[in-house]
């Protein structure tokens, strides 16, 4: 009942005129006067910002803000995969045959990659799901020192990937908007990072147009809270031990640990 009531009141919502409006109210010259109230009420940390609040332009400038040069270094040594963004870590594990586990939903990397050869390559692998909040910063970073051998969009209209989402959606993280990007190691050891958008502002911008990319490089960003779900090959990596659900995670901090085998 709850589900269903849940997916009724999103579809009545998730329309593409009210998803324009809010873009093009966040957008507007007037929208700057939210900012104060914004950062106050999400309690979005100003220490870290490249410049002045009142320098923004606008709600969205505010939302893709970029950070002082230093705010988010790169941790840990060479073997270590990165966090990509600054999110809540929502869930991780194994790959169950090519089932992952979210909120009790299982959802088929087949169909959230739609590619044969990549869904093969991470059967029984592990998973990382991480979600950014709308105060969150939205940037998003190469979790490791990599080259893009593909990238792809996919899926349409968008869901909220929040927690309700999540739990009562209609599978937001296989169906909503995303952008799908392969990175090969020098060793061989290949890394899937799916940029999943948002509900209304579904808008997921890449920034980066060399495919050689160095570990906590900018990539893209997000014009709102959204989810990145990080792909692992089986007995490549090893999750850290101090990852736990429900806890936040930076740029540049280390989330797993490349293991010692012959690739």
């Not at 996919?154 to 392969?182: C, D, H």
């Not at 014009?223 to 990145?228: C, D, I, Q, R, Y």
């Amino acid at each position: 009942m709850r589900k269903h009531l849940y997916r009724s009141i999103i579809s009545l919502l998730n329309s593409k005129w009210i998803g324009k409006c809010i873009q093009r109210a966040s957008r507007s010259s007037v929208s700057r006067r939210l900012i104060p109230a914004f950062v106050k009420v999400l309690k979005v940390p100003t220490d870290e910002l490249n410049k002045n609040i009142k320098e923004f332009t606008s709600l969205e400038d505010f939302f893709v803000r970029k950070l002082k040069s230093g705010a988010r270094p790169v941790k840990g040594g060479k073997k270590e995969i990165v966090s990509p963004v600054d999110a809540k870590v929502e869930q991780f594990g194994e790959i169950k045959g090519e089932a992952i586990n979210i909120k009790g939903i299982s959802y088929s990397i087949g169909n959230l990659l739609e590619n044969k050869e990549m869904m093969e390559r991470f059967q029984e692998g592990l998973f990382i799901v991480l979600y950014l909040s709308p105060h969150d910063y939205h940037r998003i970073h190469s979790p490791a020192d990599a080259v893009v051998t593909k990238q792809y969009e996919l899926g349409g209209k968008s869901t909220p990937v929040n927690k309700w989402g999540l739990a009562l959606g209609n599978s937001p993280i296989s169906t909503n908007y995303r952008i799908v990007t392969e990175l090969k190691q020098d060793d061989g050891m290949h890394i899937a990072l799916i940029k999943v958008g948002a509900m209304w502002v579904n808008t997921i911008q890449l920034s980066h147009s060399s495919s050689h990319l160095k570990k906590g490089e900018e990539v893209g960003f997000f014009n709102f809270g959204s989810t990145v779900v990080l792909l692992f090959e089986k007995r490549k990596v090893s999750l850290k031990e101090k990852l736990k659900r429900e806890s936040f995670i930076k740029v540049g901090e280390p989330l797993a640990n490349k293991r010692n085998v012959k690739f």
